[in-house]
């Protein structure tokens, strides 16, 4: 049997756009995710997360399920576009009143609440007033980020400023497969960078809370030992992974990646005293693992999230792959949190977000299969002494898979569209028994 120790938080998690549907409801108005949605051909199947799961009115049953689970923790995100519908200025008290709830409900069945502030749903009028390449959106996140610490500070007492700003800002800023959809490679950098700085101001404003980051990260390899490949690896490990570890725990841009950049851009956007506040001290650094990486030099040139390395090729590694397409790899994960734990120790780590596509329904045995190979994973990486204090599995509820729409199901507990009845699936049963036993 493999155990954890009993303080090891088991959680599970969701995001506000993928699960609460009530877009226009209690002063709520659009984000960048409800014009990208309108827009045709940006959505698979003109999917959007208008109703999504119905969380905003059906989360008391969801609580009941979480508990039922055994669930320590509950991550979910704060919609921005409910609490300053404007996304500057006054706060809505509805808005804010819709997660006062919730985190009563999930105190009352002594769950953890683990907010995250900014899980993609940016307010459509800042996007217009140019979006996160434009320094003033990190001003305004810090002071969103204020109001949502002031009125939920006395219940909350960890929290995440951004989930994965790789995902804001290479696949809203330079593929545009994301909201906001734009294919501008230099903005994307520039987004990257007042994502990371908006975080800074964020951890300023909110005195005295502990507050942490979620990265989407992978563990990157080479396809060869040949010169190419090894610089390919290089690059994209630059652009996935140090472009944001870098900055916020050793207070500086990798050199290397800098330079790879120079012929996009420049990096005289960041500011003095730029990379100290983004270096402000966090208290933990969250993790979100799905698939490893595998890259080769390539010839040809195509449009990429990595920018400045559109020539790498993504190789096949030949495993098993989920239904979206991802590659499955247990390892992938130990090598990342051994490699985290060895070049940026002293901050303890939870994996914020792991979890799998599958098309089956109730009967989820790939899921299981999938989540118990890595919370081996982190059982291992515990065992050689990485400070990983807690899980979360993606996710609570099947919900909206952004681009993919609802096609792609990632939850623990079936979601039902046209009745939203929530039938809790094989892998739920099984984490509800890893969860009672503290182990597997
Ligand atoms: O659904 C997403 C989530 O919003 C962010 N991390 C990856 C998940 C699966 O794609």
Redo the contacts with the bound molecule.
């Keep these: 049997m493999t155990t954890f120790e009993p303080g090891f938080l088991w959680g599970a ?1 969701t ?1 506000s756009y ?1 699960i609460e549907g009530a877009v226009a409801e209690d002063g709520r108005l659009p984000s960048i995710w409800d014009t990208f949605c309108a827009t045709p051909g940006k959505v698979d199947n003109g999917d959007s997360g208008a109703v999504a799961a119905d969380h905003y009115h059906r989360y008391p049953e969801d609580v009941a399920i979480m508990r039922e689970l055994g669930l320590g923790a509950y991550r979910f995100s704060v919609a921005w576009p409910r609490v300053q519908p404007l996304g500057s200025g006054a706060a809505d008290q509805r808005g804010l009143d819709f997660y006062r709830r919730l985190v009563d409900t999930l105190l009352d069945n002594d769950i953890q609440p683990w907010p995250t502030l900014y ?2 749903d940016l307010p459509q009028p800042l996007e217009d007033a140019g979006g996160w390449p434009e320094r003033d959106t990190a001003l305004r996140f810090a002071e969103y980020a204020q109001i949502v610490h002031e009125a939920l500070g006395d219940r909350v007492a960890h929290w995440t400023t951004l ?2 700003p790789w ?1 804001s800002a290479f696949l809203g800023y330079a593929t545009g497969r994301h909201a906001p959809g734009r294919q501008e490679p230099a903005a994307s950098i520039r987004a990257a960078h007042h994502l990371l700085l908006g975080h800074g101001l964020a951890v300023q404003a909110m005195p005295d809370a502990r507050v942490g980051i979620t990265l ?1 990260l992978s563990h990157v390899t080479a396809g060869s030992n040949a010169d190419g490949d090894v610089d390919a690896a290089r690059r994209i490990d630059g652009m996935q992974n140090r472009i944001f570890l870098d900055p916020l725990l050793l207070a500086e841009y990798p050199a290397d990646v800098v330079r790879d950049l120079e012929p996009v851009t420049g990096f005289g956007f960041v500011q003095e005293d730029d990379l100290k506040t983004i270096a402000a001290p966090i208290d933990f650094l969250g993790v ?1 693992y ?1 698939s490893p990486m595998l890259v080769g030099h390539g010839t040809e040139t195509r449009p990429s999230a990595y920018v400045g390395s559109e020539h790498v090729r993504h190789l096949d590694g030949g495993r098993a792959r989920t239904s ?1 397409g991802w590659e499955i790899d247990p390892r992938g994960l130990l090598d990342l949190l051994l490699r985290l734990d060895r070049e940026y120790p002293d901050v303890p780590l939870y994996v914020t ?1 792991n ?1 799998a ?1 599958f098309d089956d329904e109730v009967h989820d045995a790939g899921r299981v299969a999938y989540l118990d190979g890595h919370v081996r994973a982190c059982a291992d990486a515990v065992s050689r002494g990485v400070a990983l204090k807690g899980y979360f599995a ?2 609570l509820l099947d ?4 681009s ?1 729409g609802y096609a ?1 199901r ?1 939850g623990l507990v079936h979601v039902d569209y046209d009745t939203q009845r929530r039938t809790p699936k094989d892998s739920a049963r099984w984490y509800a028994g890893v969860i009672r036993r503290g182990g597997l």
């Design positions: 998690a995001s993928q899980h993609w989930n994965e995902c989407n979100n799905y979206i977000e979890g596509a993606w996710s919900n909206f898979e952004w993919f792609q990632f």
